[in-house]
């Protein structure tokens, strides 16, 4: 009998949480808001209470996190400005009332893991997978693992040039101002332009600098990691005119130095919406519980 599997993802406004396999076989799903922690894994615990016969469960959630298995504070979400979760264990609740193994990770190396295995970045390696939503994150796949090292990858707090003259605006990320995140992410949008990102009109000069930001970073990651494919997901990367923006700023960023045709010449299926859609995140999660089949 094929082994089932419970995935998480546990997002800063919504958790969601499914049993399953796969994409094509997705058999339970309930989704709720993040409260605070205690109230959130006990909703979660509840829900997968109901099932019985599974193997693992795959938690891949918003960060930082301590991902680390040999860590005292493995399964802990790190200090976050999220009121109430700075230095939660999440993954200790989990596992004592479920008594199941869990894979903990971030939601961007889920979401890469699930488009390498089942969306958008079949057979490529690296994969980089990049939201861009309330937060910026990148999780990457990497000679067939997912990508970590001190902690995860914190590919939202680069710094990118910033022309004051152009862009005044001095970001708000509480940590460095004007990183990828505190320049781009939808809140960032909103503080800068005085308007929800999804109000503001498809000709508005913001998607020229959003893109530009995106597409400076893309460059940095593209120069570090040559990743085969790259999918960016996140509610502003889904407006209809970014990703034709993205590809043509990336290439014109790098200037033919990468001699690759899948950024010369083949670029509109090289930065890609995830395949999997709405749905990589708790896909994610699941690809973390399941060994390849
Ligand atoms: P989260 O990152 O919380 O999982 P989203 O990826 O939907 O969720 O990101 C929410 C952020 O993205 C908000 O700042 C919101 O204003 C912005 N956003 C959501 N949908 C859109 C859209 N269609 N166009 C532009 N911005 C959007
Ligand atoms: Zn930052």
């Avoid at 200790?92 to 894979?103: H, I, M, Q, S, Y």
């Avoid at 999780?139 to 970590?148: I, M, S, W």
């Avoid at 597409?215 to 494919?229: D, E, G, H, M």
Wanted: proline share 10%.
């Amino acid at each position: 009998m094929k082994s089932l599997y419970g995935g998480i993802e546990g997002g800063g406004t919504k958790f969601v949480c499914a049993v399953g396999t796969g994409p094509q076989d997705l058999r339970a799903e309930t989704r709720f808001p993040t409260t605070t922690p205690e109230e959130t894994m006990g909703r979660a615990i509840e829900f997968f209470r109901q099932f019985e016969g599974l193997s693992a469960l795959g938690f891949a959630s918003f960060g930082p996190l301590d991902p680390r298995p040999d860590s005292p504070t493995y399964g802990h979400i790190l200090p976050t400005p999220k009121p109430g979760w700075s230095n939660a264990d999440v993954v200790g609740p989990l596992r004592a009332a479920l008594g199941l193994p869990v894979v903990f990770d971030t939601d961007v190396n889920g979401a890469a893991l699930a488009e390498a295995r089942w969306g958008a970045a079949q057979n490529c390696d690296p994969v980089l997978y990049l939201t861009i939503g309330t937060g910026i994150g990148g999780g990457a796949l990497v000679n067939g693992k997912l990508l970590h090292g001190l902690l995860h990858p914190e590919m939202g707090h680069i710094p990118l040039p910033r022309n004051p003259q152009i862009d005044p605006f001095p970001g708000i990320c509480p940590f460095h101002g004007d990183c990828f995140e505190g320049l781009a992410a939808g809140p960032a949008l909103e503080k800068r332009w005085g308007q929800k990102a999804e109000t503001l009109p498809p000709n508005h000069t913001a998607w020229d600098l959003e893109a530009h930001y995106i597409a400076l970073a893309l460059r940095s990651y593209i120069c570090t990691l040559s990743p085969q494919k790259i999918v960016i997901g996140g509610g502003v990367a889904s407006q209809a005119q970014m990703l034709p923006l993205i590809r043509r700023k990336t290439q014109e960023l790098l200037n033919g130095y990468v001699q690759a045709p899948a950024i010369l010449d083949q670029i509109d299926d090289y930065i890609v919406l995830p395949g999997l859609g709405q749905r990589a995140g708790v896909l994610g999660a699941i690809a973390l519980a399941s060994p390849v089949s």
